[in-house]
């Protein structure tokens, strides 16, 4: 490409929890640069690993807070699951431990939600696990059900501290059955590629901004972007030297990018 042609802007991705809010208290400076990306046009998407709201709720939610995100560009590993289930097996059926996020995705896939014979045993996130799901889960992996899973966090957070995500109920099935689950969020990059589909951009012009390095960081590295590391969630300056591989930039938060989204460190392709 020479100097005279013009080169394609940044898009974004960007975690929720610990990137723009934490729980339902802003960040302070994320809207200011939510609004920027709005106001110039910047395709963005927020994505988020809990499955247990659907987009419409999510933004409900982000605008108490203060954020003014439309629902399309909001992306779930619910989502994310569905599409992964719909193109591997369309119209199929599936067992669902989850909440309305999850079921409504899978239904708008095409999917038949049920406990005969289903194709899948799908977990997602849920607040109000119970034994009897979870033994019929067990029983129909144990069955022949194909078992997946939408994110294969162990914990998540609340305003009590953690608590147990879908990765540690996954892995009470795996004990059970001996059968691992396959998980499509992050940091599978199958989460950031179906996002990057659904608003037709490329990795190449794509920057991942996350506060995880073990999630956000690699998936978005290994799906081919450049990655941006901030200091609002989980993460340390400290922390990041734990790992073998390295975000493109670390940075006290997503306010210290109001200005310059259109430059945030050098043209794309540089």
Known sequence: MTDDEERPGWTYLMDM?????????????????VAELRENGTPFMVLTNNSIRTPRDLRARLLQSGLDIPESSIWTSALATAKFLGDQR??????????????????????????????????????????????????????????????????GPSRDGVLPATGSVAALITKATGRDPYYVGKPNALMMRSALRAIGAH????????????????????????????????????????????????????????????????????
């Open 17 to 33: 929890d610990g990137v723009l809010v934490h729980e339902d208290k802003l960040v302070p400076g994320a809207d200011s640069f």
């Open 90 to 155: 369309p119209g199929g059926t599936a067992y669902v431990v989850g909440e309305s996020g999850l079921t409504t995705a899978l239904h708008d896939a095409g999917y038949v939600l049920t406990d005969n014979h289903p194709d899948y045993v799908v977990l997602g996130e849920t607040r109000t696990y119970s034994f009897e799901a979870i033994t019929k889960a067990i029983r129909l992996v144990e069955g022949g059900a194909r078992f997946i899973a939408t994110n294969p966090d162990p914990t």
């Open 203 to 270: 990795s190449e012009h794509t920057l991942m901004i996350g506060d995880r390095m073990d999630t956000d960081v690699v998936c978005g590295l290994e799906s081919g972007m450049r990655t941006i590391l901030v200091l609002t969630g989980i993460s340390s300056t400290a922390s990041v030297e734990w790992f073998p591989y390295r975000p493109t930039a670390v940075i006290g938060s997503v306010a210290d990018l109001v200005g310059r989204t259109d430059d945030p460190f050098g043209p794309p392709g540089d």
